[in-house]
């Protein structure tokens, strides 16, 4: 069974602080995929990041950085200089690797406030 | 990039009756498409998987009399929740795997409150 764990329920900062995101994940599986997803009050899904398990190498994306490490089971999410758009709750979710996209496995959330 | 969109975005129903949501892929053909609902403050979690020409595929616990799903055509799946009580009050996501690239799209949700 697959399951991610999100220990952070709600993070709060200051602007123009960094910010990281725990996610560790367990799967039986050798090959799979990990996500990160943002959810502002909309409601909507906002894809962020998919790193499949054959690349551990770390990826910057503007202020977002990603850890992934193998040996720990974790894929750590930071905002650097975090901004008060930043305020949503994030989410690391977890797949199969099956040729085609399969069903995610979703952790539980780290709703990040940011204020002024 | 793909689009999946829903319908409707957002509806209120009276208990007893059933509410049918549509998920659809706008540009490109979806074989399957998976149901997700999301309580509030809480995780989303897979309720379904709908498959093209066949039955779907429900996750342990979700009642398939309750939680009709139809993926009648290649760009359309339906959840139609039957007989609607106020503990079904949620968000209802779904998402479309486009083949090729590997990618899964979200829809942007559909809000149900049951009165």
């Known amino acids: 069974a697959q399951k991610v764990t999100q220990a952070q329920t709600e993070i709060s900062v200051v602007e123009k602080e960094d910010v990281t995101l725990d996610c560790v994940y367990e799967t039986r599986d050798t090959t799979y995929y990990l996500f990160w997803y943002k959810q502002p009050p909309s409601g909507e899904l906002v894809f962020l990041i998919r790193?499949?398990?054959?690349?551990?190498q770390n990826e910057i994306s503007g202020r977002y950085s990603w850890n992934f490490q193998k040996s720990t089971s974790s894929f750590n999410f930071t905002i650097t200089a975090s901004q008060v758009v930043d305020s949503a709750v994030y989410f690391c979710?977890?797949?199969?690797?099956?040729?085609?996209?399969?069903?995610?496995?979703f952790g539980t959330g780290t709703r990040l406030q940011v204020t002024l | 990039g793909a689009v999946v969109s829903q319908h409707p975005s957002r509806v209120i129903c009276k208990s007893g009756t059933s509410v049918k949501i549509e998920c659809r892929s706008l540009d490109f053909q979806a074989t399957t498409m998976f149901w997700y609902r999301q309580f509030p403050k809480q995780s989303l979690m897979l309720m379904a998987t709908s498959n093209e020409g066949s039955k779907a595929t429900y996750e342990q616990g979700v009642e398939k009399d309750k939680f009709l799903i139809n993926h009648a055509s290649l760009t359309l799946s339906t959840l139609t929740v039957t007989s609607a009580h106020p503990e079904d009050s949620s968000f209802y996501i779904c998402s479309a795997p486009r083949a090729g690239d590997d990618e899964q799209y979200f829809g942007p949700g559909t809000r149900l409150t049951v009165t």
């Open positions: 979710a977890l797949s199969g690797y099956t040729g085609t996209a399969s069903k995610l496995t």
């Open positions: 790193r499949n398990s054959f690349d551990e």
